[in-house]
């Protein structure tokens, strides 16, 4: 009975049918027939639904595998297609590297440049603040290099009027400026150009003229070893105006005048031969009071050498003049008129004129106490030493 049911399930899987039930058959096996129907239906419906799956399955496969097959190429063209532009990535690469080889080469040619230009304008800057800063302090420095200079010619040669234009200059080159600061020193400088314009005058030019002409009149001036004698005047021949005669009186007239005229004439001769005599016997004999008899005995070169030491004696004062060396100045002009005195003429004109022009720049007055710029000079230095 086992094996019945076995036998049938595998008919039925075999696709055989089962045969009608046998007439005296029991109801049992009917039963059995019936359920290996059964079972082989729902193995049918096995079978068709794993067929049904199988062919699903095959076709999703198949449909999976175009998809692949599909995605592989279009990986393949997209792979080829980036290679290509892989390729020309790198050669745009190579070319953008080499043009950023050169333009990194210019970058650094102008941030040299520029750094370089930098560098010059911030030295440029900061010339430029040196020189607003110190200009002042050059212009300060180059007015107390002057004001200096003219206290030193001031003192020296006692030059008023260069002292006076150095102070005007200085002021009129502060008064440019518009720093209050200044106004201290342009204070002290206008106290010491009133100082100054306060001063008396003293005549410098005009003496100094008055001895270059005493100098030239030197070898005009007769010395005492050459004097000569003066000529007598000759007395004039007296003229006497004859009177209108009447006709009847000519011939007495023209007998008392040839009787006056020869004794005009005698008188005439005798005066003449007279006062020749007496002047020859003046040059025979003459008195003359000198203190020194060595100038008369002067020879023509021991003459030439009193003129030029006498020349160099009024130039000698002369240079003391102009250097306001008093002491200097008056020993010169007295031992020049000692040497006029003792070896020149005192009675000549030359002589005379020349001991006037040196009485006329002997009075004049040298001792005159010369002002510092010490308040120019001060205020200046004060300013500058200021941090």
């Not at 200079?149 to 006076?164: D, I, K, P, R, Y």
């Not at 030197?218 to 105006?241: F, G, H, Y």
């Not at 510092?372 to 941090?387: E, G, I």
């Amino acid at each position: 009975m086992n094996e019945m049911p076995i036998a049938s399930q595998s008919q039925q899987a075999a696709g055989t049918t089962d045969p009608p039930l046998q007439e005296g058959a029991s109801p049992g096996n009917f039963q059995m027939n019936e359920k290996g129907r059964r079972a082989v239906s729902a193995a049918k419906w096995i079978y068709v639904a794993l067929g049904v799956l199988t062919l699903l399955l095959a076709g999703l496969w198949w449909n999976t595998h175009k998809e692949i097959r599909g995605l592989r190429q279009e990986l393949a063209r997209r792979l080829s297609a980036g290679d290509a532009v892989n390729t020309e990535t790198k050669i745009l690469t190579k070319s953008v590297q080499e043009a950023t080889k050169e333009l990194q080469a210019k970058v650094n040619v102008l941030e040299s440049k520029q750094a370089e230009a930098q560098s010059q304008q911030l030295a440029l800057e900061q010339l430029y603040q040196d020189l607003s800063k110190n200009r002042d302090d050059w212009a300060l420095a180059e007015i107390e290099q002057v004001l200096s200079t003219a206290s030193q010619q001031l003192q020296l040669a006692g030059n008023v009027q260069g002292a006076l234009i150095a102070l005007q200059n200085a002021d009129s080159r502060l008064s440019h400026s518009d720093k209050p600061q200044f106004i201290g020193i342009r204070r002290a400088i206008a106290r010491d150009i009133e100082r100054l314009k306060a001063l008396p005058t003293v005549d410098l030019p005009g003496m100094a003229l008055r001895l270059d002409s005493a100098i030239t009149l030197i070898d005009q001036m007769p010395l005492l070893s050459d004097e000569k004698p003066a000529v007598a005047p000759t007395p004039p021949k007296n003229s006497r105006r004859q009177p209108k005669l009447d006709p009847d009186q000519t011939v007495a007239a023209a007998k008392a005048s040839a009787a006056a005229d020869w004794a005009a004439r005698l008188e005439d001769k005798w005066n003449s031969w007279a006062s020749e005599m007496w002047a020859e016997i003046k040059q025979l004999i003459q008195v003359r009071n000198v203190d020194t008899p060595e100038a008369l005995l002067l020879s023509p070169a021991q003459a030439y050498y009193v003129r030029e030491n006498l020349k160099l004696r009024l130039l000698s004062a002369r240079l003391a003049l102009l250097s306001r060396n008093e002491s200097a100045f008056r020993n010169d002009i007295v031992a020049a008129q000692d040497a006029i005195v003792k070896y020149f003429d005192p009675h000549a004109k030359q002589t005379q004129t020349v001991q006037s022009l040196l009485k006329q720049v002997q009075s004049g007055n040298l001792s005159i106490e010369m002002p510092t710029l010490d308040d120019s000079l001060t205020a200046v230095r004060n300013y500058k030493a200021k941090p």
